[in-house]
């Protein structure tokens, strides 16, 4: 054995897994653990065992190196099954996660322990598949149908306090883990021991449940969540066994599915991306204290963000007033998190403590950082910068939240230009993951590793673009909107966009989307380029915004909507506006109409790509999936097209 290492409490065994980093069940895993049980149990000096774990976390799950690939013996299920046939009763330990197969060997086990700060769960759906080694089938019978739905089929791991309100850990410790499930172990042997997990009976559950289940595992827009319910649904329905082929033939179907190949894609994506290759072994610039320039719309999200991640912050503004409403606006997404139960009013009132307003720039000569939210104009924005020139520290960070201008015209005359840097924030930004990062011919290294060093603070997805108007996702987002447009002069329905996008797994048309956000942003954007005397063709919005209507605000957009009611309604007034645009009556099934506007989304990514703008088609799906709403398990529009 080179990855288990037994020692003797007296007449218990702690075995522990050292499988560093995070104790994935490889083929070698799955191996070693098979046949110490076996060991254990020939040992007449031993009584039961403790499957512990070194490092930061129990068996965090599958080993990602195998993802995707064929299915090496010992298989999973075996191995869980061996664990729970033993005559000696196992105990796991739970530190750090017991994810995926990690929780499925747990529930093999007789019982699991856990401290206060671990998490367990089962988030195979997550991955497009369901678990293949009993999550369905064991978990209902350990905790009850109804938990064993919510675990299984929305992904989310429990902390080990309400993993054990559910019945899925028998207790949890306090101080040392293995001490603590030694102590477990001596106890429970002192008693009658309770069923092996497999062995308990299932309760049955209503129609009425299971339709109600459906209803909310559908929403997902993948197959996955439901086929695992259905996996739930069909062991409350047979014995064991019949059981696990049952949920093994759906996990190997699943594992094959285009849906898995997508979900795949994205996580590794996602796990490269925040930690880019090119930055190895550059040490980023501290960033403990920030300055936030504007208190508007992004400016409060952007400082509620940072300070959420313990950064102190000051926010300036222009005047006392303009201050005032910009501390009230990042008040009023802690009000928000405190109403949702995310933190307490003493949370609240620590947070805000840490965020100062002032209108005077003096006040940032010892920040680390400066984020600038001023109203997009590049007069305004020079102007910022030149200040924030004076009277920063020389080596302080300074970054431009700007969607459209140029950085470079940002940032020009600006002393030391080298910690010069667009961070591109997306709304609202306490919330939404995707931070381009825009660095300037004049960058520093270590001033981009600092931009992904605070992506990864703020737990967003940090993403690497080049200076072109819209960076990735915004010069997507025109593309994209212009393809639509263009169906509609061929005279598809704009009602039949929206739902062909939707049916494509978007929660939002390109049109209906436009009118909750307002047609008038880009607008704006667009008259502003006409003024600076640029070219812009006149679109289709614009001939609505010129009418009047600029979407939900404006009672009418794309769409006409009656007072106090959200859902669009088709509208004659538009057709009036654009009708003698319309030259044509295409009419084109509902996958085609995605095929084409994703395939444009593609095409204008591989523009992107040509001109150095993006690093690799990865990083535009993931701009396309943490910032527009693109389907996760679709994969973005790169893969979804190389795919297809
Ligand atoms: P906003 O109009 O809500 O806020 C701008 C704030 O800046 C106002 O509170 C204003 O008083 C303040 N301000 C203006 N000049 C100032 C100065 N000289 N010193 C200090 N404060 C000043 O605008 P919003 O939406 O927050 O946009 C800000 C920036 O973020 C713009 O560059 C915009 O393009 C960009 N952005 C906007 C997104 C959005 O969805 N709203 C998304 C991503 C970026």
Redesign the pocket.
Known sequence: MTLLTVRRDGEIAVVTLDNPPVNAISEAVRKELFEMVGQIDADPGLRAAVLICAGRTFLAGADVREFGKPPVEPHLPDVVDRIEAAEKPWVAAIHGAALGGGFEIAMGCRFRVAVESARVGLPEVTLGVIPGASGTVRTPRLAGVEAAVELVTSGRPLSAAKAQKAGLLDAVVSGDLESGAVAFARKALGADLPMPVSKRPLEQMPEEFWQGARKTASKAGHQAPLRALDSICFATEHGFSEAMAHERETFLDLRGSDEAAALRHVFFAERAAPKPAALKGIEPRPFKSVGV?????????IAGACREAGMEIIL???DAE?VA??LDNVGKIFDGAVKRGKISEEGRAERMAGVRGS?DYAELAQVDLVI?????EIG??R??FA?LGRVCRSDALLA??????DPRAIAEGLPNPERFIGL????P?HIMKLLEIVPTPDTAPDVLATGFALGRALNKMPVQAGICEGFIGNRILKRYRAEAEGLVLQGVAISEIDAAMRDYGFRMGPFEAQDL?GLD?AFLQREGARAAGREVAETLGDVLVRAGRKGQKTAGGWYDYAEGDRTPQPSAAVSELLGERISGSLDLPRSEIAERLVGAMAAEGQAILDEGIAQAPQDIDLVEVHGYGFPRWKGGPMFAVAAS
Request: no cysteine; net charge negative.
């Open positions: 320039i504007g208190g508007g719309t992004m400016g409060a999200g300036i503004e222009r303009a409403r910009g209108s600038e939210a001023v109203f997009e305004v924005k102007a910022v200040e431009t939240n700007t969607s459209y201008l591109h924030f997306f709304s930004a956000g942003i």
